[in-house]
């Protein structure tokens, strides 16, 4: 399990286990600590897009595809979600194929062409038909790396920016 936590926490973690008595008390300790450290996201929606090679790390291949969603509003968003070769090989994902999928929430910033762009992706860890509504749901829980920043977005809404 080695990169879930910050290296800190995670050395904090291990030396208050080994002080516990018994083993169930370990186990409460890190069923506290993954809930505090949470990253779920949970999508239904239209594959705009049959996948497309994105990257190979390790020599594992990974394909993105286009996921088009609708929110609560009606405005419609398209979303990449990430997914490794294994799952990209099932054949379920085709052009217009409803599919549910659960998985992370991942970010990078880009640093090609102008400027920085910060980049959103999701990355699959279950992938299946799916059925209904259109389903967008984000879980995210950590520590606070900023003070929250409340603004206005150039329409006049007021946003609130947190890092997590």
């Known amino acids: 399990m080695r990169g879930a936590y910050p290296r800190r926490k995670r050395h904090i973690v291990l030396w208050y286990i080994r002080r516990l008595p018994t083993a169930e008390g370990a186990e409460e300790v890190i069923r506290t600590v993954e809930q505090a450290h949470r990253n779920e996201v949970h999508l239904t929606g239209a594959a705009l897009g049959a996948p497309e090679f994105s990257?190979?790390?390790?020599?594992?291949?990974?394909?993105?595809?286009?996921?088009?969603?609708?929110?609560?509003?009606?405005?419609?968003?398209?979303?990449?979600?990430?997914?490794?070769?294994?799952?990209?090989?099932?054949?379920?994902?085709?052009?217009?194929?409803?599919?549910?999928?659960?998985?992370?929430?991942?970010?990078?910033?880009?640093?090609?062409?102008?400027?920085?762009?910060?980049?959103?992706?999701?990355?699959?860890?279950?992938?299946?038909?799916?059925?209904g509504e259109d389903r967008n749901l984000v879980r995210l829980a950590g520590a606070l790396c900023k003070a929250p920043l409340r603004r206005s977005t150039p329409l006049g809404r007021c946003i609130c920016d947190v890092m997590l």
């Open 55 to 131: 990257h190979a790390y390790r020599q594992e291949r990974f394909y993105r595809f286009p996921l088009r969603l609708t929110r609560l509003s009606g405005q419609c968003d398209e979303v990449t979600v990430l997914l490794h070769e294994d799952q990209a090989a099932g054949g379920t994902v085709v052009p217009g194929a409803r599919l549910d999928i659960a998985g992370q929430l991942r970010s990078y910033n880009n640093r090609s062409g102008v400027g920085r762009r910060l980049v959103l992706t999701v990355f699959a860890q279950s992938l299946g038909p799916g059925d």
